[in-house]
């Protein structure tokens, strides 16, 4: 379990982390998702113990990484954001140093090649790897002393489509086993690849919901345009739902789409003697509400 309470951290005047608290349990996969600049890295970098927080305690499998923040880095894998790489060394090299550093056995290196498919490239040069296969030596250094947690920054951004979705299928793997926290700024990806969601704006958490509840924020809207003017106060009194007036009174906008709003819009037509030239029906997507929260 990850526990974060109370997180602020400030760096100088600038509000990075705001009160944040959220928990996740053993085997979860969570999306961290804000806008550029809401706080996403500085969060993760925190739970990594790689920058200190100003107030507040993370604990990460039990352990509280301010006071063992050894301990918690065994547990925990990190993929930092634009996955800072030495890419004049060859995989092998970069993987066989990773290793060092963990102290962990050599023979670690062939199983995290094998899991993160780059055994046909595993004699290159970083360098000389697209930035797809890159990604995938950032997982796999990121994994190789196999721990519980993953902590990936932005795992997908600046891939191109294929690559985005060999990346997301291979974090789904890893989801299969570890708890894995991953930021990004992309709503869909979430959708790919989470049980829940995470907002942070401006640094202050907005929204920690699981993604089927997240989804029932999401319900249609709906707008209607007749051949005539027509007062809000008029057709609001009448129908007797929320409606609001875009930039003419022939068009009209509603919250919510309900069968009913179209029976009451009929009447409503016939009692005032006026036609209705267009009615339709918008999906809203989580990209919508995401919208919703953090602008
Ligand atoms: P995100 O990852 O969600 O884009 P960050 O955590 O990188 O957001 O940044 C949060 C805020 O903290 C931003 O306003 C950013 O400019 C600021 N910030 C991040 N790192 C530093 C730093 N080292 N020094 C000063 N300000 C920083
Ligand atoms: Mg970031």
């Known amino acids: 379990m990850i526990e974060v309470k109370n997180i602020s951290k400030n760096y100088g005047d600038q509000i990075a982390v705001n009160n944040v608290s959220f928990s996740i349990q053993q085997g979860e996969v969570v999306g961290f998702l804000g806008p550029n600049g809401a ?17 507040g305690v993370v604990r990460v499998g039990g352990i509280d990484i301010f006071e ?6 065994r ?9 800072p790489l030495y890419t004049e060394m060859y995989i092998r090299e970069y993987l066989e140093y990773v290793a060092d550093i963990y102290k962990i056995p050599f023979s670690a290196i062939d199983v995290v090649i094998k899991q993160t498919g780059l055994t046909k490239e595993s004699n290159k040069k970083i360098s000389d790897l697209s930035k797809g296969y890159k990604q995938r030596v950032g997982l796999a250094a990121a994994i190789i002393h196999n721990p519980d947690y993953l902590i990936l920054d932005e795992p997908t951004t600046g891939l191109d489509p294929n690559q985005i979705v060999e990346i997301r299928n291979l974090i789904k793997e890893f989801g299969k086993e570890k708890t894995v926290l991953l930021s990004t700024h992309i709503m869909q990806e979430v959708e790919a690849m989470c049980d829940r969601v995470i907002i942070i704006n401006n640094g202050k958490l907005v929204v920690d919901e699981n993604l089927d509840n997240f989804r029932e924020e999401d319900t249609d809207t709906c707008r209607v345009v007749f051949d005539k003017e027509i007062e809000l106060e008029i057709l609001q009194s009448e129908l007797k739902v929320e ?12 919250k919510h789409y309900e069968k009913s709003i179209l029976k009451k819009l009929y009447e409503f037509s016939e009692k005032q003697n006026i036609n209705i030239i267009e009615f339709k029906v918008s999906k809203k997507s989580l990209e919508d509400t995401f919208r919703e929260f953090t602008t």
């Not at 409606?243 to 509603?254: D, M, Q």
């Open 243 to 254: 409606v609001f007036s875009s930039n003419s009174k022939k068009t009209y906008k509603f």
């Open 68 to 73: 063992d923040s050894v301990g918690a880095k």
């Open 75 to 83: 547990k925990i894998g990190y993929l930092p954001e634009n996955n």
């Open 39 to 55: 706080g996403k890295s500085t969060m993760m970098k925190i739970i990594n113990s790689y920058i200190s927080s100003d107030v």
